[in-house]
């Protein structure tokens, strides 16, 4: 008994040394992708957002909407600014995603993919972070940054955001900085960049990101996070449709 | 000459078994080429009456650089719809009518399910003032037509089936979204009163609203990105782009049906290609057939000709006599082969021959037709034709030597 306690200590003591290496070697893609949707996903939040869209011809248009989150699978959106939008609301149930129309009072279904208002988010950049479930991850070696771990991730249901996604995580506290969004083919549709990163009720994550639309060059959408409060339970009552317009 | 002429007929006559083998071999060609020509007439004068009457109009006015953005549905580059713009182009001579038009690109919803779908805001009244053909192709009684549902749409029956299957309940009520001119999200309730047929090949989800729901939706209330023209002849359309052009300015881009629907006016060239290179192989063989039995002819005349030559006919004469006697069966094959063949268009003209187009499900009648110019064309071609591949049989008869000629070759 003492002697395999003392076995026990010896072969801790021997591997001491070792242990702050461990500490150090690199982190895994699904550590890389939990750490992301943690930072942009956290399990319940409550955020009032800015979407701006450039479009081609110079003009830009301003959007203010507060999100809702419970779980990784309820998000409830409403949009407070322009007039033109004002009581328009978003849901997300599962795979699932409506929006409510006040002047026909009633919902209609949306697909993931399609543009968030008429910007270079989709949907699902909005109102579906959940990279694990969506990507399956792979590290790759990136030589033009060594500042940053990069992932490359493929879609693992046609639901995700993109059907492939490479994303740059920075080796220094995991903060995203920078996405690109491809099709199956692997063109590239979009480029975000990630940006001032500050503390939300002690989580600290991007406080902007610039999408880059890659088809067409002329346009960028940027969305900020003006408060984020992530210690909210919302009732399961607020996701639902019937409550959409209330 | 004329004694020639006279000679070469009796000559033509005289064999008539040889004769009557040439001419079928002229007449089968001549009216086949005929046949076709007209059939192809009556199809590309239909495809033209399809696309003008019954969906681009003989002109579309839009804002400069609309159509080479045409894709992007630019909302942005539009134009006043209103009487006094209408009054103006109505003022243009030659112009019969007008109505406008906003195209954009939205999703239709009806039940649970969300479809994307290329949208054409039309005046219900006007519209098939310019475009009567399209009338045709809608399933809902003239529900739509009337202008007397207000806020009435109808989308084609492939969208339709995508929709729900098989058919849309009519009077389902569906709503229609669309980014409006700012990229907002806007909503409008529509009524689904019943399908439209395709009749041009091209994008297969489309829908159909009234002008002011879709100015409604858009935020464009007063305002059209398309004009389509009418005008009362289709031959002016010319004239009338470039009168429209002027009246209207660089800000303005006036098309024919020609540049909206290039891929007819392409087609057109294509099947007119096609067409000439099978008129020539069927003439050079109804030619060879016509050097063929001349050949013939002077192998079997042999004696003949040398006993002309032996009483004085010039060498030049003979070979005369016999390029005319090829003329002349070209000539009478040509006739004949044209009477035929015209007499199978105009059969077929008043009967007409219902198609469709690939990719289109609307049936039409063609009417076969073809013009004086063309008739007499192809009479030339084989008179001539039948002359020229004639010169070196007869060039052979006029070269024989009288005694070996006479002893029979």
């Known amino acids: 008994m003492l002697r395999s306690h003392v076995l026990t200590l010896a072969a801790a003591l021997l591997l001491l040394p070792a242990l702050p290496v461990l500490a150090w070697a690199d982190p895994t893609a699904d550590e890389l992708l939990k750490k992301y949707d943690s930072v942009m996903g956290p399990e319940n939040f409550l955020a009032t957002i800015q979407m701006t869209a450039h479009r081609d011809d110079g003009t830009t248009r301003t959007y203010k909407m507060t999100v809702l989150k419970k779980g990784s699978e309820k998000?409830?959106?409403?949009?407070?600014?322009?007039?033109?939008?004002?009581?328009?609301?978003?849901?997300?149930?599962?795979?699932?995603?409506?929006?409510?129309?006040?002047?026909?009072?009633?919902?209609?279904?949306?697909?993931?993919?399609?543009?968030?208002?008429?910007g270079d988010f989709n949907n699902a950049d909005v109102l579906r972070v959940n990279y694990q479930a969506d990507y399956s991850a792979k590290t790759v070696a990136d030589p033009s940054r060594a500042d940053a771990w990069e992932l490359e991730l493929?879609?693992?249901?046609?639901?995700?955001?993109?059907?492939?996604?490479?994303?740059?995580?920075?080796?220094?506290?995991?903060?995203?900085?920078?996405?690109?969004?491809?099709?199956?083919?692997?063109?590239?549709?979009?480029?975000?960049?990630?940006?001032?990163?500050?503390?939300?009720?002690?989580?600290?994550?991007?406080?902007?990101?610039?999408?880059?639309?890659?088809?067409?060059?002329?346009?960028?959408?940027?969305?900020?996070?003006?408060?984020?409060?992530?210690?909210?339970?919302?009732?399961?009552?607020?996701?639902?449709?019937?409550?959409?317009?209330? | 000459m004329f004694s020639l002429l006279q000679i070469a007929v009796r000559n033509v006559l005289r064999n008539k078994r040889r004769t009557a083998i040439t001419l079928a071999a002229l007449l089968i060609g001549v009216s086949v080429m005929v046949s076709i020509r007209g059939l192809l007439n009556g199809l590309q004068r239909s495809l033209v009456q399809n696309v003008v009457q019954g969906q681009t109009g003989a002109l579309q006015i839009h804002r400069a650089g609309f159509l080479k953005n045409v894709l992007s549905s630019p909302l942005g580059l539009d134009m006043p719809q209103d009487a006094a713009f209408e009054r103006k182009l109505l003022s243009v001579k030659h112009v019969k009518a007008v109505s406008p038009r906003i195209l954009f690109a939205g999703m239709i919803n009806v039940a649970d399910q969300t479809i994307f779908l290329g949208v054409q805001g039309v005046d219900p009244i006007r519209e098939f003032q310019v475009v009567p053909l399209r009338a045709k192709t809608l399933d809902d009684k003239q529900q739509f037509a009337s202008g007397k549902v207000a806020d009435a749409m109808v989308v084609t029956e492939q969208l339709a089936s995508a929709l729900q299957g098989s058919n849309v309940p009519k009077g389902a009520p569906a709503a229609l979204l669309a980014p409006d001119r700012d990229g907002?999200?806007?909503?409008?309730?529509?009524?689904?009163?019943?399908?439209?047929?395709?009749?041009?090949?091209?994008?297969?989800?489309?829908?159909?609203?009234?002008?002011?729901?879709?100015?409604?939706?858009?935020?464009?209330?007063?305002?059209?990105?398309?004009?389509?023209?009418?005008?009362?002849?289709?031959?002016?359309?010319?004239?009338?782009?470039?009168?429209?052009?002027?009246?209207?300015?660089?800000?303005?881009?006036?098309?024919?049906?020609?540049?909206?629907?290039?891929?007819?006016?392409?087609?057109?060239?294509?099947?007119?290609?096609?067409?000439?290179?099978?008129?020539?192989?069927?003439?050079?063989?109804?030619?060879?057939?016509?050097?063929?039995?001349?050949?013939?002819?002077?192998?079997?005349?042999?004696?003949?000709?040398?006993?002309?030559?032996?009483?004085?006919?010039?060498?030049?004469?003979?070979?005369?006599?016999?390029?005319?006697?090829?003329?002349?069966?070209?000539?009478?094959?040509?006739?004949?082969?044209?009477?035929?063949?015209?007499?199978?268009?105009?059969?077929?003209?008043?009967?007409?021959i219902s198609v469709s187009f690939p990719g289109s499900n609307v049936p039409f009648t063609i009417q076969p037709f073809v013009t004086p110019t063309y008739l007499l064309t192809i009479v030339a071609i084989a008179g001539l034709g039948a002359l020229l591949f004639a010169v070196y049989p007869a060039w052979r008869a006029s070269r024989l030597r009288p005694v070996e000629a006479l002893a029979g070759g």
């Open chain 1, 75 to 118: 998000f409830r959106l409403s949009f407070a600014e322009p007039a033109a939008v004002r009581g328009q609301e978003m849901l997300r149930q599962g795979d699932n995603l409506w929006v409510y129309m006040p002047n026909l009072k009633r919902a209609v279904r949306l697909a993931n993919r399609d543009s968030f208002q008429g």
């Open chain 1, 154 to 246: 493929h879609a693992k249901t046609k639901d995700a955001a993109y059907d492939m996604v490479k994303l740059w995580l920075r080796k220094s506290d995991l903060q995203p900085v920078k996405g690109e969004y491809y099709t199956a083919s692997g063109k590239m549709l979009r480029m975000a960049e990630f940006s001032e990163f500050k503390a939300y009720s002690g989580l600290m994550r991007p406080g902007k990101i610039q999408m880059k639309n890659m088809l067409a060059t002329q346009r960028y959408s940027t969305m900020s996070w003006d408060a984020m409060d992530t210690h909210v339970d919302p009732p399961s009552g607020k996701f639902v449709l019937d409550d959409l317009g209330k």
């Open chain 2, 184 to 352: 907002a999200l806007s909503g409008e309730n529509v009524t689904l009163t019943g399908v439209m047929k395709l009749n041009m090949p091209g994008e297969k989800k489309i829908g159909m609203v009234r002008l002011d729901v879709a100015q409604r939706l858009l935020k464009m209330e007063g305002r059209a990105t398309e004009y389509i023209v009418a005008v009362d002849n289709i031959d002016n359309i010319d004239q009338v782009a470039a009168d429209l052009n002027v009246l209207l300015g660089k800000d303005y881009e006036v098309s024919t049906w020609e540049d909206i629907a290039a891929f007819i006016k392409q087609a057109m060239q294509r099947q007119n290609f096609i067409l000439s290179l099978v008129a020539s192989v069927f003439l050079i063989l109804m030619l060879l057939g016509v050097a063929n039995t001349m050949l013939m002819s002077v192998m079997d005349r042999t004696r003949e000709i040398g006993t002309m030559m032996a009483v004085g006919v010039r060498r030049s004469k003979i070979l005369g006599l016999f390029l005319m006697e090829a003329a002349t069966i070209g000539a009478l094959g040509g006739v004949i082969g044209g009477a035929v063949g015209s007499l199978i268009v105009l059969v077929l003209n008043r009967r007409g």
